[in-house]
């Protein structure tokens, strides 16, 4: 591995780790100054005021914010995140889990969307007067404008009636279709453009006047360029998958990491905001870095420019 | 274009376009499903009419027409472009909702909230993005750094998460024009990242120019000559328009679809797209999802728009950002 | 992308496994069934915390020294295999049955009870159950005549007499006593305690407990009690409680057939569906009568309250008159319920049919009469919009708060809204989540609430706490010092009255004067009342549904399944 590639790597992992590390405290600090806390429970009889300052203190809401703040980040060293107020279970546990189902679906969504919509979008771009291209270029306008929470609901209008998608909770079918359309529709759209781009360039050209056959032109030659503007969306990929799965895993009751983000919110339960923070946070880096990691094997100028 | 002028109009004109006020609950009409509009029945021909609706079975929700009698439509009637002549037995031409509301009145109306919140938040956020792009490619070094990397970390953010913790963070507030202003607030600060990455970008390359070098000699001062070079980023922040609208709109539809946003006397698109959450409700009432619909409409209105400027908006989708949708 | 297809389609049709057994006219031993449920326990203690999950919970692994039958209501014995009572009523020696063990092998004796009741009335404790166990404030004695008598004294006569000890489960006191002693016993039993330490005398053990997904359930080889032919029970050999995140997927589920029950009642706009399906015979619908908690509007009565200060009127009973008569009833259970519920005026319906007093006149619509209900106390239109004015002339306007995550009740405050606004009354409503709505209502911070507590009992004597002035849950202004009207104050002589005779039908009437007062001054206003209904799957039988929580699992030793699911 060369010192550029490992200097690169290095970078790349320190910004990622700031950049939790930043996020899940901005979120702590955030909930930490919302009125009202979660050391009251909702109407229980017999509550003295003993056990309110009891549970304030288990809580360790009565240490100002940034001892508080600084003991959470020391538990983070020690994975310890803390007890749910909601039902006194380890916050790592819980977050744990539902970030594995999060990432689960999106990982699902953005292989089948880039199954989809790079090999279409490459279709589309270097065969622009075929009938098919016509009717991909309609249906990807529609999808790409079916931002997955209506995506879900027109999906399970369609589940519902017909049966063709399950609907029943825990079934991965239905909240992956909604994610992954818009996306695949994104991903058809920019590859077309860059693919079309590609084959247009004189050396493409000249090799397709020598002979070499249009599969492999494409596959070998026009694909590295290709998908260079592609890897560039990488950071919004990542993004606008995660903002799309709050609605998704809320409609279609999938128990990921949005869902449990709502409910923490809802209830006021500190740590596990900070704890889904700080989750979601990692699944971001962790994309963004796998996305760049991509495109330094793809553009070897960006590895040169940290 | 012509799809989002005619959505923008009706939205502005709902008091005018729609039959009945958001709120109206009529009776017996839960999960009543779109009126039919006749001109033929057995008698002949006649000016537009509906049959009453009678209830089959009220659990089951199932209504039938009275082919018996006919109720004509009113036109031009106490200010509403169209109803009918008995009050009793309204047109519902997205049908009702689980109490009741005539759907297209509710879609109409909320129209207006939704669209509005959206536009204020993308105004704001250009403003917002304007401004701090213009100082940091104007000033350059240190400020520009670390306004850049304010941008870059929130763009990195998914727009749902940071509007859906700020937002819980506030107190829960009663008056529909305070959450509109709350909301626009929440979406400017969404937003604002995008629109000030390319307008520094821009900025910057200006101030490169012989005329920003000559104004700086002159002698004048950082916001004035930000101000001169914030002209250049035109075309880019007419672009941002057509890129932030369907985003803050979707978003709009996802807070408050979560509970978080407008609340249900308000009847913005996205609270109205809860009902249609029960999927079971929603196989008998299809209707219910008339908001999404409209969603839907709004933001291919806005790709229709934006193909006509095509490559502009694909470039610009290169650069990393985050649409919170 | 073929290979990626393959594998969702994989996943997709990956199905929960079933079991299989063979299905037989008689009552069948064994096979599993699946609940959902929505809200995870608190704890496994139900001495310290007190959720629905933690009732079902505690009915399936505890057992009480008797039990009421949510049918019938009467008490029948349990723990303790008979009883009698001193000429006073106040002294009660029990019988307990002999050769009961706990699951675990320890034998029950009485020192289990008088731990129990050590632990129920400990101060430091200060048990939330307490409340519902004391008489008039004060706690009952309790003492071990031998290893299987106990004597029970009661401070003072109490109406509802031993039914009361349907609510407290016997711990054992060799798996607790030493937390007790130690201050831990908060702690004791919590989600993260390993399971082997929790026992008790109920027809089922706690197997195993993954939170956020299930709560298994298993049969106690060492229940004590048998059927008529002398079967052991429980026949079911597991029961397994799956965690649903909301109503949706519930519904989702169950009628999928990937679940025998659900938690709650079915939701009205289910039940066509439902319906249908019975009649197929997929499943089973259960009429479990009336509900006994509707939901309520109440107002802050707290002279002090902020929100008194400027609107003198919001406090004043005519304006609870007006909004008592300008409420469409009839709309309300035609729209919301589809008809699937009653008008009710009062907190007590019909479906709490020993207590209801028909006497009590029906609720009516009269928007006329409520116009001039408002003007009485000032409130009429000074300036034609549509709103009615205070003497100063602001628009009356007052916002009601309510629970977040139930579609009726929040489209009941929706519609609530619109009928005050054609009296001019304008109202604001939001949802807040229950911690928020609770902080709201304990701080007086609020106008108008829209809510329902649910009861335990039929019997209002076992209810005190919403009905006495100086009771936690006596909703618009709770635990008061003294009573702070003469009414409140003629409200509690009445319930003291009641719930300390033995005689039922003094009991009876005093409770219908109690009633008639209630209405008299409507401190709280009742709408309607929906009927409540269970769902099962078709092989699931036994059910005996209750308006009571839990309204399926209070009887689960008798709980049996004719085939396997599906």
Redesign the interface.
Known sequence: MSIALARFIAWRLLVAGLFVLVVSSSAFILVRLTPGDASREAFQTGVSDASVAATRHRLGLDQSLPVHLAAWIGGLARFDLGTSSNDGRPVAGVVASHMAKTASLAGLALVLAAALGLPLGILTGTRPDSWVTSIVTVVSLVLVCCPPIIGTLALSLLGASTGLISIAPGHYLWPTLALALPLAAMLERLQSQAAAEAFAAPDIAAAAARGVPVGRLVWRHASRQAFRPVLGVAGIVVATLFSGSVAVETITSWPGLGALMIQALRGRDLYLVAGCALAGATLIAVGNFCADLLRAAVDPRVRLIS | MGLLAVIVVAACAAPLLAPYPP???F????YASPTRIHIFDAAGVHAPFIHPLVIE?????RYVEDPATRIPLRWFHQGRLVVTADPTQPLLLFGAD???RDVFSRVLFGAGLSLGVTLAGVAGALVIGALVGGIAGTVGGWTDSGLMLAAD?L???????LV???R??L?????TSEIFVLMSALFALAGWPHAARGVRAIVATERTRDYAEASRAAGAGTWRLALQLLPAARGFLAVEVVLLV?ALL?AE??VS???FGF???SASWGRM?QD????????DA?WL?AP?IA??VV??GT?LVSRAGARST?LI????????? | MLVVLVLAGYWWSRTTPGNSQAGSLTIQNGGRIVSTYRSEPKSFNRYVRSGSADEVISRLIHATLVRVDRKTGKVEPRLARSWTASPDSLTWTFALEPDVTFADGTPFTSADVMFSFQALYDPKLNSGLAASLMIAGKPMTVRALDAHTVVLVFPSTYGPGISLLDSLPILPAHKLKGALEAGTFQDAWSVTAPLADITGLGPFVIREFIPGQRLVFARNPRFWIRDASGRQLPYLDEIELQFAPDQNTEVLRFEAGEADLMTDRVRVEDLAALRDLAAKGRLTLHDAGISISPDALWFNLDPAAKSAHDRPWLQREELRHAIDLAVNRTLIVNTLFLGQAVEVAGPVTPGNADWFSPELPRPAFDPAQAAKQLATIGLVDRNADGFVDDEKGRTASFSVLTAAGNSVRERSVAMIKEHLSKIGLKVEWTALDLGSLFQRWTTGDYDAIYFAIESDAFDPGRNLEFWLSSGPYHLWRPEQTAPSTSWEGRLDTLMTQQSSTMDATQRRQLFADAQRLFAEHAPALYFAAPKVTVASSARLEGISASALIPPVFWNAEVLHVTGPRR
């Open positions: 709120s109206e609950q009776d017996d009409r839960a079975d009220r659990l089951a929700r689980a109490i009741g970390f763009l990195a953010l998914p727009g749902a998460y859906l913790v700020l819980s963070m107190r829960p507030v009663l008056e369907p979707v539809a996802t679809y979560l509970g609340a249900d006397t797209m249609a959450g029960n999927t079971m409700v929603l196989a299809p999802l999404a969603v839907f933001v291919l790709q694909i989708a290169q650069s990393p950002n985050v649409q919170p949708s």
